[in-house]
């Protein structure tokens, strides 16, 4: 098990007992409860099974499960994504160890990143969403409690997977569908007429973000997207969660606690979504300065879009209040001194 | 010309499974595909991986032997883009298999990416619980049996290390056929 993907288990497991301790019913707790240690004991198996078959068996298992449970889509349209995702990873794992010419390890690569944005729901494999579904039957489960894991592990196994004209085609391939997603979950955040699926879109962008990190093959980048996938599960999936009942209520405020939140989404200073975009951009100018410039000008992208999110968080009252104050608080500390966290992660 | 038999078998079930729509028709696809895969396996692998693969396989088509739309149900009218695609799979994986790569587990490859191929094929085409379930154990069988591709060596601990893929799915395999599923829940 890679000390990278622990840490990820880790972020994951604070998630899953952050959404426990704010879940504003019990019979909601109660659910939560099972299908979040499902998914969790899921994602633990695919960070420490040896070999990469074994994850892939492990991807599967957690993408039936998830299809299974009850939700406003049917089990073939919830299914058909993550059998995608793990046949896509399984045939490039068949070019990339088959022997024959170059271009198989070019195709292996293009596989693992199809397979690898197939499972987590990103362009050009984006997951059916209802905006009615549960926070654990929808895709935001994938974008924020299994896909970290899977991406992590897809990242980290491909090293000795790929030759090295391989692996530069895979760092290529990953900042291409990064920049993608960062353009359209970034527009489509900002213009989409329901908010919840603003949310979703959020995710989408921060995780192009996130792919462009891993594509980037100095050390900045992998420090990056360990940032953002902390942001995405540390701060994004619990400040959604805790917007559900102001979602529901439609109840939209302008407050200067929206006003912080929506600083923390669209990863400004001091938050950790700040020091992920320092990073990226660093580890971008390092590689080709002409992509730092682009990736500057799509971060712009954020803020109308996280300026909505933060508002539709409503007015947090109680434990609610509790809940995203810890979340500021934590994003602020890893911020500020984010430097334990990547050395945990042997960055 | 034992694998390139059992290739053909492999391939003969996953067309079977891509062609049927009865529960008789499916399991003896998985039937068929589990006995040119456990073969195959068996050459490279050893009998502990070839009998798990056998065991989920058998598991798996008992199950869907006795649940699903019954009969064989095999071309129902309109099937002929499920021919065409099992024709030109065949053909593709074919020609990837023994030309555009070059080691010597050329049956392997074919076995696997047959089933990989069509096995997604078919979730991307049905809606029909029995079917995808079905779909789903042979693709966990097809990914077990990539831990054969490429190993040249096997030292004591590397067999047994890779045994466990072939073992995890074969329960996978004959698990995945009890899943309580919701066929619809629209609102």
């Known amino acids: ?347 | 010309m034992l694998e390139a038999g059992a290739a053909f078998v492999a391939w003969l079930g996953m067309s079977v499974v891509v062609l049927a729509d009865g529960r008789r028709g499916l399991a003896l696809g998985i039937v068929l595909v589990t006995a040119g895969l456990a073969v195959i396996v068996f050459q490279g692998a050893g009998p502990i991986a070839a009998g798990a693969l056998g065991v989920g396989g058998a598991a798996a088509a008992l199950r869907r032997l006795t649940h699903g739309p019954s009969g064989w149900r095999v071309m129902p009218p309109g099937s002929t883009p499920r021919v065409v695609l099992c024709v030109a799979a065949g053909i593709l994986v074919l020609w990837i298999s023994f030309s555009a790569t070059t080691a010597g587990d050329g049956a392997l490859r074919f076995v696997i990416l047959t089933v990989l191929g069509l096995s997604v094929a078919r979730v991307l085409s049905s809606d029909e619980p029995s079917t995808l379930l079905t779909a789903i154990a042979l693709l966990a069988l097809g990914i077990a049996a990539t831990v054969g591709i490429g190993s040249v060596a096997h030292g004591l601990g590397a067999v047994t290390q890779s045994e466990w893929p072939y073992i995890a799915a074969a329960l996978v395999a004959a698990l995945a056929g009890w899943l309580p599923v919701r066929t619809a829940n629209v609102a």
């Not at chain 1, 409690?145 to 196994?157: E, M, S």
């Not at chain 1, 973000?209 to 992998?222: E, N, Q, Y």
Request: with cysteine.
């Open chain 1, 1 to 347: 098990m890679w000390p990278e993907s622990a840490e990820v288990v880790v972020f994951t497991a604070f998630a899953l007992a952050f959404a426990l301790t704010f879940a504003p019913a019990p019979t909601q707790r109660r659910s939560l409860m099972f299908r979040g240690g499902v998914g969790l004991a899921g994602t633990i198996a695919i960070a420490t099974v040896p070999t990469f078959e074994l994850s892939l068996l492990a991807l599967l298992v957690l993408g039936v499960l998830h299809a299974a449970v009850n939700g406003k889509q049917s089990f073939a349209t919830r299914l058909r994504a993550p059998v995608l995702a793990v046949a896509l990873l399984a045939l490039a794992l068949v070019l990339a160890r088959a022997q024959g010419s170059d271009v198989l390890g070019r195709f292996a690569a293009v596989g693992l990143v199809a397979g690898l944005a197939a499972g987590i729901g990103l362009l050009p494999y984006l997951h059916p969403f209802d905006p009615e579904d549960p926070v654990s039957a929808s895709p935001i489960a994938w974008f924020a409690f299994i896909g970290p894991v899977l991406a992590v592990v897809v990242v980290a196994g491909t090293h000795g997977v790929l030759g090295p004209d391989a692996g530069g085609a895979f760092g290529a391939t990953l900042v291409g569908v990064g920049l993608v997603n960062v353009a359209w979950g970034g527009v489509a955040a900002w213009s989409t007429e329901n908010t919840i699926a603003a949310w979703r879109y959020s995710f989408i962008a921060d995780w192009g973000l996130a792919l462009c990190g891993f594509g980037l093959t100095v050390a900045d980048g992998r420090r990056a997207a360990l940032l953002v996938i902390f942001s995405i599960v540390l701060c994004r999936l619990p400040l959604y969660v805790a917007s559900r009942q102001a979602l529901r209520e439609k109840a939209l405020t302008e407050r200067p606690v929206n006003l912080v939140v929506a600083a923390a989404l669209a990863g400004s200073a001091p938050f950790a979504g700040f020091a992920a975009r320092v990073l990226l951009l660093r580890g971008a100018t390092q590689m080709f300065w002409p992509l730092g410039l682009v990736l500057a000008i799509a971060m712009l992208l954020w803020l109308p879009g996280s300026l909505r999110l933060g508002r539709s968080l409503g007015l947090p009252r109680g434990r609610r209040a509790l809940g995203v104050a810890l979340v500021l608080a934590l994003n602020v500390a890893v911020g500020l001194y984010p430097l334990p966290l990547l050395q945990a992660a042997g960055q």
